[in-house]
Structure formats: structure tokens, C-alpha cells
């Protein structure tokens, strides 16, 4: 249907919301339906210090401390920032850098804790059953203190978004239960195994932000969790304002701006958070990890991870423990050769390619594909040039006009880039998709995007240096300006007091000759 | 009132001054890599030619004619121009030094732009009236400016598409506007009388 | 005789109304300084290091907006400060005689450090604190780098670190494609003449 018609039918009611653009991958959902298995326990966990969107944490332990599954481990740091907690008892053994998941290969520091193979918890936290007579302010503090970022993926810290603002009340929490990448099916699994535990967790946040009405969101291609949910709800008294919204499969219908227009037809502005339009959103794992941490009083320490990918020998849902390395998760089942193999962190559109496997399984990691490498370098064949076809535009559910975005980053004109709203891309990779030509659009994003960043970094520290270099300048003409002061009083005093008509004539004839001259 | 409709739209599409009638082609080519310096010309531009077809109109009538000095139109236009010249030159240094440096040489030869003296010498040759004429050359300005942002939106688009390394910079930008000047031979069957 | 006399006389008297005009647009147009010196100073890295043979980048934006200097002596800016001031000077871009080091920090071995305060003093950003007879260190997130802490040092105590690349601040590179490989190469050609 055309654009034009589709929007008119929205506008009169005629038609559901639906984002615009948007593409249908393959869904390629292996692990659909299969039960969550726990991936066994290791000898060594790695824990990064920075897991979440923010500031990295400070370590609170020392090599050869012993520590308990749970214990908090390092300190957050700054305002955007959640403490990291132990995987498993035992030992540190070392604290030092090591490469983590990231696109660059790079290393960070990370504490090495040896397990004692007890997995022994910490109960230190007590458990807030009586959470419905507690302050939002109490439940937000357990939130951060548990460490919970968003485990949708992009590990924003969680706390921040629960809170109860006047000016912008929310009146609708979001559970985004869509997980349109392909592949993925741990939040499926989720809402199929523990729809209990996840509609606790719903319960808590919209106890902690004031939410009056809830919804469930799903892909129509996850029917039979809509029903599990649906059904659990029936059973459920307490949510009576919450239903469950089944949407059409359409990738990236799980995007949270996205996904808040499919539902309720609210733009969030760009530059703006779903808040300011009375709405919050967060992933069913999430909540899950939200109601573990106030019901039971566990820390993050584990999530679910899809395990799956052309070359998996054996896919399945696992719950793992931060910490794990990837090398030994795909052992687990039955990956040990990664000969000709590409590993994803996350989805196959958004993921990132990782060169080793030996990094650590941390909060944001949704899934680890193991691709045939052929698969992936058919997925982006040479790029050739654009023949302006304009299906990048049509795709793009942020409405951006990709080609030339992409142009304007390639050729270094930031300024236009930036013009054309670089920074309201998502991301998703539903342009590249879909370009004939194989442009790697989403590549020159985040090329303009870093390119950006490093400027205005570069600009802060020249416009600091100036500062510091005009205060030096005016601290060394005012000592000047102090010392000759000085020098002609102490003249003055060592002039014997006789002498003092002279002085003052000899001054007087210096003054007139200056203003002679 | 249709009058003034067809002068307009003659001097701003049909009658363009550089796409039909290639006057003026020295600004339109040096100041159109830029879109903002292709605005701040036209802005001159546009002072320029409006003042200057409305100030030749009152000499050729008030002074040239009754005087007889007709052989000393040129001159005394130029005067005219070259005075109203310096004078935006003055008031955009004020005003945007930025646009200054960057419009650099292109804003005194505004005097030598051969767009401006053939607007003002055509307007007396067609026996405009006072009003007319100043509409002539606003429109014709109008049109300058159109056709020269236009332009530089172009070729800011072109400065990043992949084009063979033979036809980089100067030869694509003439081929564009020959492209151009095409399009506006479009608008000849536009008004038929 | 009297038809040239008009001739004469209308024109003189029309370029008087004009240069009077003129004289007055003069006044009222009058700037003080030159504005584009804080334009191309915002432009300049400020490490202050008088690489350009000038004392620091505001007396170097000074020079290049009076003419006086070449666009490209700025050599920690590299090519893209020169490219930029070019632009805004609106004059053709000049190779930068000298490639800029990698960014680098200055750090003090300060168990060979005597306190001498000489290092101190030639910091053009403060970024070195200490006292007479102490231990100097510098402020890492403050060094521009700019080297000119090694010279006055008596007892060559200061090492010249390349900065450390953090991962906080790593950024994509352009995609490595074929045709990415021909975009850096028209981006080279285009600096050449744009």
C-alpha cells in the first residue's frame, strides 16, 4: 500500500500504527521453542569493568580476595553507572586488562575471579517481598545497587528511567517482549518458560513509576508466547490494566521509538526519551532481572543467551553467567573449532563481528552466532556505486534519507551529515538490507558518528587549552605588573627623606616627558 | 497586474540572464561551490542590480537624455554600479566577515558582472517606465540567484559522487550548467502571446 | 564648448555624490579589528606549541588574518586545520610542510626530577604543578603535548610519551571496501583543488 494511503488510514483510526520503513529478514529462529538449559559452570570467569552505556566501575577487590556469588565486585562511578557483582564464589586471581567485546578488539580491565565450585551466594541483600508498601525511591536504589542495565541489549543503566517525574508522568510501561532480530529467541523462551516471574517484574516497575496501564508486546510470530502471556495475566489480579498487543513480524518493530509509535501512534521527538511522551520501555528480561533483584535480592549475574548461528552444532537458549567466555560457551555445545568461523555478539543485524572467542559473555550479550564464513561475506558482497533508488529512504523506519547521509559522511561534510540528523539513526541496519548496491550505510554512520565525536572532543580540549593559556598569560602580566609595583615602592622606602622633592620632581619630569613623547 | 506577472517571470525563467542570455557566467561558476556563499552573493547581487537598473532609469531620463549625452551612457552606469558596489562591499564586511572573505575577489568584480550593466543598458534600451524597469531588475536578479543557488546545491552534491578523475571540478561543473541552461530553454514555450 | 561642459560637469558632480555616499557608508560600516582572528584562533588545536614560528595560536591567527603568514603552519592542526582555515580565508590549500607526531604526553621521571620549577615555567598551559625543591608531575588530562617542557630541563627528566589510545574514545573506521579505498583517494584529489 502506498505511504501516502497507509498514513491517511492511520491517521482516521482505519489501520493500526505501524513505524515507518522497516524490512523481513529471513528469521532463521533455530532455537525456537527450545527449553533454557544452564550452561555448566567454568573454572575461570572474566569480568569487564564497564558492562553498561556509561562510566566504567572501580574494582572493590584485591588479588587474592575471596568473594561469594553475588558480592559486589566494583563500585559505579558517576551518575550513568552500575556496580559489577561476583559470577560465582572463589578467588581473584588478577586484575588486568583483556579483550573484551568490542568492535575495535581493544582491551579493558577486567577481575579474573578462579571459582571455588561451590557457587556459593551472597544473602546479604534482603528479600523485599513487601515491596508494594516501599517507596519507589527504596526499589530504585535495589535496582542500581543490583546492577540491572537493559538486557535488550543496549545495557543503559535501568534505575535511571524508573523514576516518577512530575512534569513528565508516565502513564504506559512498554514490556517489550518483540525480539525481531533473527536468530534470537531467548526473550520467546523467556515469556514461554517464566511468564510468572516476568509479569512480577511488571507488576514492580510499574508500582515503582506510577504506570497506570501496561502492555505486553509481541510479533505475531511468537503466537504461542502471546497466548503463555495472556493467559498468566487471566491468572494474574493484580495487573488488571495490562494486555497483551500481538504486532506484525516487521524488523526493527523491538526498536524502543519504534515500537512505542507501533502502539500508541506517540512520536518520541528526537533528542527525547519515551518519558516525555508518558511512556517507559523495558525488555522482559529485563523485569525478570527487576524481580529477582527486589523478590529475592539476587544481583545480575546471569542472563539468558541465545546460542545458535549456521555453524552451531547444537543452537539452544542458555542461561549463562556473566563472565563465561565465549570459547567455552560454544564448547558447550559442541563448538570447538573455530576454523572459518565468524562469531556475532548479538543479532545478525545489529551484532558486532568478533575476531576472537575469547572474550567474556557480559550484560548486553543477547546472543553469540557462530556464522560459516562464506555466509558472511556473501551477507556484504563489494559495494557498488548507488544508483539513487531511494529504497534505503523507503526501509529506514527513523524516516532518514540514508544515501545521502552516508555520501555526506563518506566525503568528511559532518556538518551536513549531521544536518540530515545523523544522530536519529538507530543504527539497525535496515538500509543496508535492502540496498541493491551493498553500500554498507550503516558502516559510514558510525564512521560520520565517531568522526563527530572525536572532533568535538578534540574542540572541548583546544577551547580548555585556551582557557588555561589566556589565565596564564593574565596571572604572568599581573606578577609583572605586582613585581614592578613592588620594585618602586621598596625604591621609594631605600630613598633617603630628603631627598624626597627631588624624587618626586625627577618623576614629575619623567611624566612629562612621556606625555611629550 | 498580469503585467507584472510576465515581467517577473519573464527576467526570473524565461529570459534567465545566465542559463539563456549567458550573462554574468564569471560569479555564477567562482561563487557556487558553497550554498551559503552562493546565498550571500545573491543577496548582493540581488541589491545590486535592483538599485542600480532603478539609478541608470533615472540618469537616462534626467540627465543623459535632456543633456544629450547619450555616448556616456556606459560610463555613467559603470559610475552608478561600481558606487553601489563598494557600497554592499562596505556593509558586508560590517555585517558577515565571513561571507566577505569567502565571496574574497567576486565581490568587487560584481562591477565587471556583465549581467548587471546588460539589465541596466537593456531596461533603457525597452523604454521601460520607472516601475517596470526596477521590477526588470529585480526579477533578473531573482532569476541570478535562483539559477546560482541552484547551482551550488548541485555541485555540493557532486563534490562527493564518484565521477571519472577527467571530469573533476571545472569540467563537470560546466557540464552541469550546460545541463542546466537546457532545462531552462524548457521554459522558452512557457508564455505564448 | 557647452555640450562638453554639461558632459564634464554632470559626471564630476554625479562621482562626488558617489564618493560622498560612499564616504559616509565608511563610517558607518567601520570595524574595529579584524573579526576572523577569533574565527581562525577557534580553529587552531591551542597547544600553544609555536611550531608556526609564532608564540602561541592566537598571535599565529593574527598573522594569518592579516596576510601575514601561510595557511599551512599549524603542524600538530595537520591538513585538516589548514583545509578549514583556507576555506574560511578563502584561499588555495598549501601541503603542511611537516607531518604532525601522533599525539603525545609529557611525563616526568619524577625520581630523577629536581625540582628546578624551569619545566613549569615553559608550560604554556599550567598543565605541570610542583613546587621549588618537589617532585614535579604533569596534569595528563591537560597536556597538549606541545614538548616545550623538554628543552629547559637541566637534568632531562621529561620523557615524551605517544598518548594511549582509549577505548572510550576509539571510533569506526570507513568501512574497508573497494570502493571506500576510492573514496579516501578522491578525498586526497579533492583537497587538492576545492
Known sequence: MPAMLRTLAQKLGMMAHGFHGGVHPHERKLTAGMPIEDCPLAPLYIVPLKQHIGEA????????????????????????????????????????????????????????????????????????????????????????????????????????????????????????????????????QMMLEQAEEVLQGMAIIMHMVGAESGIIAIEDNKSDAARVMRQALAENSELAHVHVAVLPTRYPQGSEKQLIYSLTGKEVPAGKLPLHVGVICQNVGTAKAIRDAVLLGKPLTERLVTVSGDAMPRPANLRVRLGLTLRY???????????????????????????????PVIKSSIGLLAMHQDTVMQAHPAEQPCIRCGHCSQACPAALVPNLMADHCRNEQFDKAEAYNLFDCIECGACSYVCPSNIPLVQYFRYGKGQIAQLRREHDFAEASRQRFDARDARLAREKAEKAARRSRVRKELAPAPDKDTTTKVEKSTNDKAEES | ????????????????YVLTKFLGICPFLGTSSKVETAIGMSFAVMFVMTMASTASWLVQQYVLIPLDLLYLQTIFFILIIAALVQFIELM????????????????????????????????????????????????????????????????????????????????LALITAGMMSLAFMGFSGLVKI | MTHLLAAL???????????????????????????????????????????????????????????????????????????????????????VEEEAAAPMLAFVREDECIGCTLCIKACPVDAIVGAPKQYHTVIVDQCTGCMLCVEPCPVDCIDMLVKPELLEHWAWPLPDTRRAAVGHERRGHHAGHA
Open chain 3, 9 to 95: 560637469l554632470s559626471l564630476g558632480a554625479f562621482a562626488l555624490l558617489a564618493g560622498v555616499v560612499l564616504a559616509v557608508a565608511q563610517r558607518v560600516f567601520h570595524i574595529e579589528g579584524d573579526p576572523m582572528v577569533d574565527k581562525i584562533d577557534s580553529m587552531l588545536p591551542q597547544t600553544q606549541c609555536g611550531q608556526c614560528g609564532y608564540p602561541g595560536c592566537k598571535p599565529y591567527a593574527n598573522a594569518v588574518a592579516s596576510g601575514a603568514a601561510e595557511v599551512n603552519h599549524c603542524v600538530p592542526g595537520g591538513e585538516r586545520v589548514m583545509l578549514q582555515i583556507a576555506d574560511l580565508m578563502g584561499v588555495e590549500p598549501k601541503a
Open chain 2, 92 to 171: 558586508i564586511h560590517k555585517t558577515s566577515p565571513v561571507l566577505y572573505q569567502a565571496l574574497g575577489i567576486f565581490l568587487p568584480l560584481i562591477t565587471t558582472n556583465c549581467a548587471v550593466l546588460g539589465v541596466a543598458i537593456l531596461n533603457v534600451q525597452q523604454d521601460q517606465t520607472f516601475l517596470t524597469s526596477a521590477l526588470y531588475g529585480f526579477g533578473a536578479a531573482v532569476g541570478f540567484a535562483l539559477v546560482l543557488i541552484l547551482f551550488a546545491g548541485l555541485r555540493e552534491r557532486l563534490d562527493g559522487a564518484p565521477v571519472p578523475a577527467l571530469f573533476k571540478g571545472s569540467p
Open chain 1, 329 to 359: 560457551v560454544f564448547a558447550q555445545r559442541g563448538l570447538e573449532d573455530f576454523e572459518n568461523i565468524q562469531i556475532l555478539h548479538g543479532g545478525p543485524m545489529m551484532g558486532e563481528r568478533l575476531r576472537i572467542p575469547d572474550v
Open chain 2, 1 to 16: 497586474m498580469s503585467e507584472v506577472a510576465l515581467i517577473l517571470l519573464s527576467a526570473v525563467l524565461v529570459n534567465n
Open chain 1, 57 to 188: 566501575c572501580t574494582p572493590l577487590v584485591a588479588v587474592g580476595d575471596k568473594v561469594l556469588r553475588g558480592q559486589k565486585i566494583a563500585r559505579a562511578e558517576g551518575y550513568v553507572s552500575v556496580p559489577l557483582h561476583a559470577p560465582t564464589s572463589g578467588t581473584v586471581v588478577k586484575i588486568e586488562e583483556h579483550p573484551v567485546v568490542h568492535p575495535s578488539g581493544m582491551s579493558m580491565p577486567c577481575v579474573f575471579i578462579e571459582a571455588d565450585g561451590l557457587d556459593e551466594e551472597d544473602h546479604s541483600l534482603e528479600r523485599m517481598t513487601n515491596w508494594r508498601d516501599l517507596d519507589a525511591a527504596v526499589l530504585r536504589e535495589r535496582v542500581r545497587m543490583c546492577g540491572i542495565a537493559g538486557l535488550g541489549g543496549a545495557v543503559f543503566p535501568t534505575f535511571i528511567k524508573l523514576v516518577q517525574d512530575k512534569k513528565n508522568p508516565i502513564q504506559t510501561l512498554v514490556l517489550n517482549g518483540i525480539e525481531c532480530e533473527p536468530y534470537l529467541t531467548n526473550d520467546h
